[in-house]
């Protein structure tokens, strides 16, 4: 399984855009990248997912470079209510052996 | 459209007692996963499904924890008997299982604690 790396945790200040970036440097061919979110006490939600370049909506956008080892979220203009953890995730869609593993995430927290 | 539905929300038991955990995935849903949390880390995937099927059950603790999806809808997940390192959030997650359409989404969970 693509094994990722992503900081344990990091400030912004409301308003602020936030990038968070993640190492995942055995991705394979096949593999997408996803970004879920998760408040205390709830389960995961989905925020994105790409393949290659740009892939952007409503709520946040993800960049992967050509070589595809690495992946930054964006949230544009945060506020208090962004506070959650985020988890990058690396694998394949269904009908493969290989799942989706999340790591321990970053906990990203908005100051006023 | 109601989401993943999980029950109990908490539960608390005593060492070697049993417990039941259970799930309502979304409606059309054909893929459910069991997954475990433990404080301050990711979701770990136990089990999961394609309908009534366990496609995925390597990190199943076979010895004393069990599962299934009956009619390929609700699902059970139980541990029998307890111990002390399962407290931990039990989540259900599902997913539509078609190429493309694979998003997870995940229930509140079930908080265990075993005393």
């Known amino acids: 399984l693509a094994k990722t790396t992503q900081p344990i945790s990091m400030d912004s200040y409301e308003g602020q855009e936030v990038n968070i970036t993640c190492s995942h440097n055995?991705?394979?061919?096949?593999?997408?990248i996803t970004w879920y979110q998760q408040f205390p006490s709830q389960g995961p939600r989905f925020i994105i997912q790409g393949y290659k370049t740009k892939v952007t909506n409503e709520v946040a956008s993800l960049f992967i470079p050509a070589d595809r080892k690495s992946s930054t979220l964006s949230l544009p203009r945060v506020s208090l209510s962004d506070t959650a953890v985020y988890y990058c995730?690396?694998?394949?869609?269904?009908?493969?052996?290989?799942?989706?593993?999340f790591g321990s995430g970053t906990q990203l927290t908005v100051l006023p | 459209e109601a989401g993943v539905v999980q029950s109990p929300r908490y539960k608390i038991i005593e060492k070697k007692q049993p417990v039941a955990f259970w799930c309502n995935p979304i409606?059309?849903?054909?893929?459910l996963y069991w997954y475990l949390q433990n404080l301050g880390q990711g979701p770990e995937l136990l089990i999961r499904y394609e309908n009534e099927e366990a496609v995925d059950d390597s990190q199943l603790p076979k010895d004393r924890f069990s599962a299934e999806r009956l009619k390929g809808v609700d699902s059970t997940l139980k541990i029998q008997p307890a111990e002390l390192g399962d407290s931990a959030v039990y989540l259900c997650a599902s997913s539509l299982g078609r190429v493309g359409q694979e998003t997870q989404y995940f229930g509140p969970g079930t908080r265990l604690l075993v005393l």
């Open positions: 409606s059309g849903h054909n893929t």
């Open positions: 055995n991705i394979a061919t096949n593999d997408y």
């Open positions: 995730l690396v694998g394949e869609l269904p009908g493969s052996a290989r799942q989706l593993t």
